[in-house]
T-cell receptor, first 113, second 114 residues
Framework: DQQVKQNSPSLSVQEGRISILNCDYT??????FLWYKKYPAEGPTFLIS?????DKNEDGRFTVFLNKSAKHLSLHIVPSQPGDSAVYFC????????????FGQGTRLTINP | DGGITQSPKYLFRKEGQNVTLSCEQN?????MYWYRQDPGQGLRLIYY???????QKGDIAEGYSVSREKKESFPLTVTSAQKNPTAFYLC?????????????FGSGTQLSVL
């Protein structure tokens, strides 16, 4: 039973355009949401996070949007750059208690020159 | 430079063999984790430890064992009871193991069965 779903296994975007990656979750108790970026043969690195008290968080070219009623999370990258080509994982968890993140399956983003 | 070191990068296991994956961190983090990644699937939690000499099972602990004798080290043993061990294994750490902390990951170990 997949609690966190990234329904697009891959996404291809032209350099300079906007990349939008999506994530759906089922457990309304989740109150902390993160995006991680992973290059081949490397571990994921933290990209951006948002707590459930907000609906938007921005960090440079990266913006995360949270729609709690729809249980939907999205990551916008604008403008997209070739170095953004990677696998992106969304993850959700609970702020209180032990760290036990639940990860989505990942979306492979390819930025075309 | 602080970070997490996993070794080896590639590991091969024969049938019936136990193998141990190493994970060392010099970030002075209390909490450490082991995740497994299979193609087309998200990272799944195997075991985690919030403090030395204590660890908890994650979602897929069967066929695996861990120890946490030192703060810096959290080795994972894949036992012969794990029938499908081929996967990419990731070790991670966080400062105190609280829910709103970032995870820092190692570069992973690819385990394959001969």
């Amino acid at each position: 039973d997949q609690q966190v779903k990234q329904n697009s296994p891959s996404l291809s975007v032209q350099e300079g355009r906007i990349s939008i990656l999506n994530c759906d979750y089922t457990n309304s108790m989740f109150d902390y949401f993160l995006w991680y970026k992973k290059y081949p043969a490397e571990g994921p690195t933290f990209l951006i996070s948002i707590s459930s008290i907000k609906d938007k968080n921005e960090d440079g070219r990266f913006t995360v949007f949270l729609n709690k009623s729809a249980k939907h999370l999205s990551l916008h990258i604008v403008p997209s750059q070739p170095g953004d080509s990677a696998v992106y994982f969304c993850a959700t968890g609970l702020i209180q208690g032990a760290q036990k993140l639940v990860f989505g399956q990942g979306t492979r983003l390819t930025i075309n020159p | 430079d602080g970070g997490i070191t996993q070794s080896p990068k590639y590991l091969f296991r024969k049938e019936g063999q136990n193998v141990t994956l190493s994970c060392e961190q010099n970030l002075n983090h209390d909490a450490m984790y082991w995740y497994r990644q299979d193609p087309g699937q998200g990272l799944r939690l195997i075991y985690y430890s919030q403090i030395v000499n204590d660890f908890q099972k994650g979602d897929i602990a069967e066929g695996y064992s861990v120890s946490r004798e030192k703060k810096e080290s959290f080795p994972l043993t894949v036992t012969s009871a794990q029938k499908n061990p081929t996967a990419f294994y990731l070790c991670a750490s966080s400062k105190q193991g609280l829910g709103n902390e970032k995870l820092f990951f190692g570069s992973g170990t690819q385990l394959s069965v001969l």
